[in-house]
């Protein structure tokens, strides 16, 4: 971990990336995007039972209020076509209306 530099050069994609990984522009507001980097680190780097609950109520209210940005996937033999949220990794089948 580096203190050097600004908080730009270790922001990461998930904050600054003005593109999905698909190339499709992202509309997310930055702000909602640093939630959800706080809530990744804080998923996978709580050391107390405060910061494990901090990221269980900020993960639910992050996901109650998503504003999905959705991520086409056309399907294959072993998945029907469907599209994932970029954010909250929700999944709506494309084809549900059989
Ligand atoms: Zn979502």
Redesign the pocket.
Known sequence: MTWMGSWRERAGRIILDPHDPDGVPIDTPRDRRWLWRIEATLTTGATTDQQRLLARDLREY??ET?????RPYSGDEHVSAHAQ??????VRWLDSEL
Not at 66 to 70: A, D, L
Not at 85 to 90: G, P
């Open positions: 992050l996901r998503c504003e999905h940005h959705w949220c970029l954010w909250c990794n929700q």
